[in-house]
């Protein structure tokens, strides 16, 4: 293991994951303090895993639990944040399948052989536990190391998975995606059905090595017209979110344009949904009926000047009140440009602001 000093957060955790300020607000319990993480903590815009990332390829560091251990812990020490986020990517459980596929810095998730057809759905097989050895290892490492501050696992759900799968890589207007969608539903409803059946495997054994929350990644739903989401969409998330719920821990359910369809992505089954910077905290709020919410600041905002920051995540604090339980984050997660002292920053005036109401 690389560094196996204990997060900086777990001095100010309770002892046990389940009792932390995130997992309360997941439940819409009180609170002694706003808790917040950010999207993409782990990642790009920390030095510390430009070095420890040197040379070795995206896909491949998910396969090695102690880089994975240590980049899921390099934010955890540097922010003092509520939660982890494991360091994985949306597209391991489809290479760890045996899918060709790679992710190509600055580009994003790139398919080798396309699926338009009946015949491509043949090497998209269930997820076996066995298939991910290194996930298991690294969330047990990571559950040993976190003290009290909780973990979550994630996975991406099937629409912006069979996105990636459909065009071959990522794309702005998602055509090919559609037009299978729309032309050939049977293959459509085939293909995401058997994307459920991994992401509902994918979060298992997270949940099942010591993860205590999940969240389920539909960053491109969006796309999506309500009816469509509603017909072509959403019973697949609403089947992992489930499968997921029979393991007893809160299900954070996101996306990226949603605000149109967030009150169809808190019946697919979400305790708290994600809302990005488009949407009012308080609309978002509205549109949820009742559940949590995870939110909501402009992941741009963070380079305008600090007092501008701080009137922003006041303003969001204040909105999130009014919710059952209020997670703060980003509207989507942390650009590769951010300066990490702000995130720092923006992280200890959360915690005292809302400590103050
Ligand atoms: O910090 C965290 O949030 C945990 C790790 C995490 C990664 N990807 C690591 C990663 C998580 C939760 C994801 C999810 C993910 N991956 C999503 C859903 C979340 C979202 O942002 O909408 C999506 C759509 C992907 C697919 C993907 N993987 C993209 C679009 C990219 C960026 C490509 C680029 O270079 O512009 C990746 C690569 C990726 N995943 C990186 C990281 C840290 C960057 C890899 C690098 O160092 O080059």
Redesign the pocket.
């Given at each position: 293991m690389i560094g196996n000093d204990t997060a900086k957060a777990s001095h100010d955790q309770p002892a046990r994951p389940q009792d932390s300020a995130f997992l309360r607000a997941c439940r819409g319990e009180p609170v002694p303090h706003t808790p917040v993480w950010?999207?993409?903590?782990?990642?790009?815009s920390l030095p510390e895993?430009?070095k420890v990332?040197q040379g070795i390829p995206?896909l491949e560091s998910c396969t090695r639990p102690d880089l994975v251990t240590e980049?899921?812990l390099q934010?955890v020490r540097r922010y003092a944040v509520d939660a982890a986020?494991?360091?994985?990517?949306?597209?391991v459980p489809l290479k760890a399948i045996g899918l060709d596929l790679d992710?190509?810095?600055?580009?994003?998730?790139v398919v080798a052989n396309p699926v338009r057809t009946l015949t491509d759905l043949d090497p998209i097989r269930p997820l076996e536990a066995a298939d991910v050895p290194y996930v298991t290892e690294a969330v047990r490492e990571l559950v040993r190391n976190l003290g009290g501050t909780p973990l979550i696992g994630?996975t991406?759900a099937p629409f912006?998975l069979a996105s990636?799968l459909v065009e071959g890589g990522?794309s702005r207007d998602h055509v090919a995606t559609k037009a299978l969608m729309y032309g050939a539903p049977d293959v459509w409803h085939a293909l995401l059905s058997r994307l459920a059946g991994i992401s509902s495997a994918f979060l298992r054994v997270q949940v099942e090595a010591g993860a205590s929350a999940v969240?389920l990644?539909d960053?491109?739903a969006g796309a999506l017209a309500p009816a469509d989401y509603e017909t072509y969409v959403r019973p697949h998330s609403q089947a992992v979110l489930e499968e997921v719920g029979r393991l007893g821990v809160p299900r954070i359910h996101?996306g990226?344009g949603t605000g149109e369809l967030l009150p169809q992505m808190a019946a697919a089954g979400a305790d708290v949904v994600g809302i990005d910077w488009r949407v009012p905290l308080s609309a978002g709020i509205d549109r949820v009926a009742g559940r949590a919410v995870q939110g909501n600041l402009d992941p741009a905002l963070v380079f305008a000047p600090w007092e501008v920051v701080a009137e922003k995540a006041r303003a969001i604090l204040a909105d999130g009140m009014r919710a059952p339980g209020h997670i703060f984050n980003l509207g989507?997660?942390?650009l590769?440009q951010t300066d990490p002292d702000m995130l720092a920053r923006l992280v200890e005036f959360v915690h005292t602001e809302s400590a103050r109401h």
């Open positions: 950010f999207m993409r903590q782990a990642g790009r895993y430009h990332r995206m980049i899921t934010p986020i494991f360091y994985s990517d949306i597209m992710i190509v810095p600055g580009v994003g998730p994630f991406g912006t990636y990522p969240q990644f960053s491109w996101f990226v989507h997660g942390v590769p």
